[in-house]
């Protein structure tokens, strides 16, 4: 194993937002990494979520990263890993993501429980920290959930914790990733459980302007814009898909998938969404 894949050079802090990880890219100019989401593990491999077996698709997603993505430098995992938030869930979790070949972070989505994860979700290559610094990037993870609470808001700690960062490493580009949509999704019923403060967010986004892309979990579709040269992004869960642009709650039968990065030198983001079958 590359000394670059374990986590070394950890700049230790009290919390996870104090917390900086440093990591030398594979391939000079670009850093490469997968997100994964909305993975809905339970405590057993017997329960199902609308039918899906989470456990049976999140190990063909994992498959299809190995199999497909190449080297990659991080991997990001952002929320809902668990539907449950069981401790059984997370040590399942665990085992898994310690499969790849590169360190996983992590932010909590509104299924997960920060305390039991933070316990629990663990191994050689998985991480907590919030600040990643990587070639010419900064790699932020926002907290946006409430305890007990479907919607989301970043608490104004997070928002301050964020400017801090992007203040200090106005040098670098810049990618923030939550779990709540940063940007309406168009399904109206995903976006009343979203982000209470999205405006709040965005406005102190636009405050810095080495911001080039923010990226989502928890609306289970994929979606990519371009506003103000900063690419939005949301990606398929790693399990069920919810339908686009719908009024009410409803299934897509979309297959599971992840999303590539590869974040450039020059502040550009290319991207693409990977679809699995299940088997
Ligand atoms: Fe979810």
């Not at 909590?108 to 629990?120: A, I, K, L, R």
Request: net charge negative; charged share 25%; hydrophobic share 40%.
């Amino acid at each position: 194993m590359n000394i670059n894949r374990q986590l070394t050079g950890n700049h230790m802090g009290n919390t996870h937002e104090e917390q900086i990880q440093c990591l030398q890219p594979l391939e000079p100019g670009v850093v490469q990494l997968v997100q994964i989401t909305d993975c809905h593990i339970f405590a057993t491999a017997d329960e199902k979520l609308r039918g899906v077996d989470t456990r049976l698709s999140f190990e063909a997603v994992k498959k299809g990263v190995i199999n497909n993505a190449g080297g990659l430098d991080l991997l990001l995992a952002t929320g809902d890993l668990a539907e449950d938030g069981s401790a059984d869930a997370y040590r399942y979790l665990a085992a898994q993501f310690d499969d790849f070949d590169a360190p996983t972070f992590w932010l909590p989505g509104n299924h997960d429980d920060s305390e039991t994860m933070t316990q629990h979700f663990v191994g050689q290559r998985i991480s907590a920290t919030r600040q990643i610094l990587a070639g010419d990037w900064l790699i932020l993870l926002l907290d946006s959930t409430i305890a007990g609470e479907v919607y989301g808001r970043v608490a104004d700690t997070q928002l301050d914790f964020m400017a801090a960062a992007l203040n200090q490493y106005a040098h670098k580009h810049a990618l923030v990733c939550l779990h709540h949509q940063a940007q309406q999704s168009g399904s109206e019923w995903i976006d009343e459980k979203g982000l209470r403060d999205d405006q709040q967010l965005r406005a102190r986004l636009a405050l810095h302007d080495n911001v080039r892309a923010v990226l989502w979990g928890h609306v289970h579709q994929e979606a990519r814009q371009t506003i103000g040269g900063v690419e939005w992004m949301s990606t398929p869960s790693s399990c069920i898909q919810f339908k686009p642009n719908s009024k009410e709650f409803a299934l897509s039968d979309e297959a599971p998938g992840y999303r590539h990065l590869r974040l450039k030198a020059d502040g550009s983001v290319e991207t693409a969404v990977h679809r699995i079958d299940r088997e």
